[in-house]
């Protein structure tokens, strides 16, 4: 059983920054792929950033590639989404995700993630 716990969210005005954590429990963090998601009201779920579980491999979406970056301390069993220069539509709330299964070429599927966090708000004012 894998235990993730979000922070970092916010509100914060376009062009800002947020740098959000996720926190997990167990000894095998170091073995799961980890990736962000985000939901808005009235919208799926959609993909963000993923990271493999050596760190090696990461995957964004095309909406913020370039802006955000995910990272990894298997010291620290946490993974990080930082995200600059934040636009009104990155609004959401934004989940935590971790996968036993996902590598390189599945880690945008959904599907693919055992656990989730509860999820941390996300506001971008213009």
């Known amino acids: 059983q894998v235990q993730l716990v979000e922070s970092g969210g916010g509100l914060v005005q376009a062009g800002g920054s947020l740098r959000l954590s996720c926190a997990t429990s167990?000894?095998?963090?170091?073995?799961?792929?980890m990736g962000w998601f985000r939901q808005a009201p009235g919208k799926e779920r959609e993909f963000v950033a993923a990271?493999?579980?050596?760190?090696?491999?990461?995957s964004y979406a095309d909406s913020v590639k370039g802006r955000f970056t995910i990272s990894r301390d298997n010291a620290k069993n946490t993974v990080y989404l930082q995200m600059n220069s934040l636009k009104p539509e990155d609004t959401s709330v934004y989940y935590c995700?971790?996968?036993?299964?996902?590598?390189?070429?599945?880690?945008?599927?959904?599907?693919?993630?055992?656990?989730w966090g509860q999820g941390t708000q996300v506001t971008v004012s213009s």
């Open positions: 995700a971790a996968s036993k299964a996902a590598g390189w070429g599945t880690l945008r599927i959904i599907s693919y993630y055992d656990y």
């Open positions: 167990g000894r095998t963090f170091s073995s799961y792929a």
């Open positions: 990271i493999t579980w050596t760190g090696g491999s990461t």
